[in-house]
T-cell receptor, first 114, second 111 residues
């Protein structure tokens, strides 16, 4: 069964450093998402991406964040200058189409900012 | 008022019990309602998906949506220890395709 994969599974970084989280969505899916979950809190939407551009973003997704689809299979989330409060589980998701379609989640990357 | 509210529990039941999990929401624009299951430190896994009001059954799981009351439920029959997880309700149908999640209810089923 096709699945969303994410690398790395864990990342530890120093405050102020840049991190790139990587995702390989399901191959025939056209919509891609990033969500995050701070420990003990809700899963929160960050950004959606379709047709090589951001289609929607939340208030959390400020100028520190960027997304990219550098090739036909990868989808990345970059955090330019990490803060302590960026420590969270980051989930990538993808869906075949947009509204009303099931979003399939990856296993997540646990980011710890020291 | 928070968009999606869900009692975080924890909820502990014996094996074989019927479990009822619920969420309320405030945004009447939501049209798509989902239940995800999340094991510790793993990604959410879709369990049930319902469009608009009504019931949907899949094996031991039944999802109900009452849009007039802005209330959704997930029932688990004959609960098993393997059902022990956090159950997240999620909704879509506002301006975009973002899923709005509840905080999740942690369920523990003891054998």
């Amino acid at each position: 069964e096709p699945e969303v994969t994410q690398t790395p599974s864990h990342q530890v970084t120093q405050m102020g450093q840049e991190v790139i989280l990587r995702c390989v969505p399901i191959s025939n899916h056209l919509y891609f998402y990033w969500y995050r979950q701070i420990l003990g809190q809700k899963v929160e939407f960050l950004v959606s991406f379709y047709n090589n551009e951001i289609s929607e973003k939340s208030e959390i997704f400020d100028d520190q964040f960027s997304v990219e689809r550098p090739d036909g299979s990868n989808f990345t989330l970059k955090i330019r200058s990490t803060k302590l409060e960026d420590s969270a589980m980051y989930f990538c998701a993808s869906s075949e189409r947009g509204r009303g379609e099931t979003q399939y989640f990856g296993p997540g990357t646990r980011l710890l900012v020291l | 008022q928070k968009e999606v509210e869900q009692d975080p529990g924890p909820l502990s039941v014996p094996e074989g019990a019927i479990v009822s999990l619920n969420c309320t929401y405030s945004n009447s624009a939501f049209q798509y309602f989902m239940w995800y299951r999340q094991y510790s430190r793993k990604g959410p896994e879709l369990l049930m998906y319902t469009y608009s009001s009504g019931n949907k059954e899949d094996g031991r799981f039944t999802a109900q949506v009452d849009k007039s009351s802005k209330y959704i439920s997930l029932f688990i029959r004959d609960s098993q220890p393997s059902d022990s997880a956090t159950y997240l309700c999620a909704m879509e149908g506002g301006a975009g395709t973002a899923l709005i999640f509840g905080k999740g209810t942690t369920l523990s089923v003891s054998s």
